[in-house]
């Protein structure tokens, strides 16, 4: 099993052997929630993005594993509020929703093998969070219909994949989900984590690039300043220095 540390610097897509949901879930909380991400643009203007644990279920997808069965052994899968906002993040924190649950999710549509490489590479987040292509997305401009919504994309090819880290404005008026004193108007929450082959650009393909000059990450209670990032090519946005932190 790895750890949250070795999460933050892999360089290959983990085994399942290698992971857990409440890795993952603790990965989440401890490297990438409960932080504000200030993106200060080229052209002068300022993006404020928030993280928090409440977000993290619908990011991997696990509200698409509802399944009513009877024979389902684990029973907080008959209910898609068990599974959703900060009731699923507690579910998967404490173990009580395993990542065998998932793969034993019976339905037609092969829940867990749509889903199992956007949960496998879910620690590339962080990465992507860090050194990636920052997008514009507007939906109505990808070429194949989609349910996805969102308003910015950090996009990165890794491997062999293509790997999608969607936020959206307004998280709350679109989810109808739990609400937050710290989702307002000016702040962006992630969404979800698409995964996609490398030759894939449906979702990049029209979107526009936006050019970062600097990254700020503070903690989201005390504003204090935990990472703060430079960037040289702003069009790739690659970190080149002023890394005040490991964490």
Do not use: W
């Not at 990165?156 to 969607?166: C, G, P, Q, R, V």
């Not at 979107?207 to 935990?226: A, E, H, P």
């Amino acid at each position: 099993m790895l750890t949250i540390e070795q999460l933050k610097t892999i360089e290959q897509t983990p085994d399942e052997g290698d992971i857990s949901l409440k890795l993952l879930a603790n990965f989440y909380e401890v490297y990438i929630s409960n932080r504000i991400y200030e993106l200060q643009m080229e052209d002068g203007t300022i993006l404020i993005f928030s993280a928090e644990n409440r977000h993290f279920p619908h990011i991997i997808g696990l509200h698409k594993f509802t399944d009513k069965r009877k024979e389902h052994k684990n029973r907080l899968l008959h209910y898609n509020k068990q599974l959703k906002c900060q009731k699923g993040f507690e579910n998967i924190k404490s173990s009580r929703i395993t990542l065998e649950d998932l793969k034993n999710v019976g339905t037609k549509s092969k829940t867990y093998k749509r889903y199992k490489k956007r949960i496998l590479n879910f620690p590339f987040s962080y990465q992507l969070l860090r050194e990636s292509k920052f997008l514009s997305y507007d939906k109505d401009e990808v070429e194949k219909d989609t349910r996805i919504n969102g308003n910015y994309i950090f996009v990165n090819d890794i491997n062999n994949d293509k790997l999608h880290f969607f936020f959206i404005d307004c998280y709350n008026n679109l989810m109808e989900e739990e609400s937050s004193e710290t989702d307002a108007e000016d702040l962006v929450v992630p969404i979800t984590f698409i995964v996609t082959k490398k030759s894939d650009f449906n979702f990049v393909a029209n979107q526009g690039i936006l050019k970062i000059r600097k990254v700020i990450i503070k903690d989201l209670d005390k504003s204090t300043i935990l990472e703060e990032y430079d960037y040289g090519d702003m069009s790739e946005c690659v970190v080149r220095k002023n890394n005040k932190s490991n964490s």
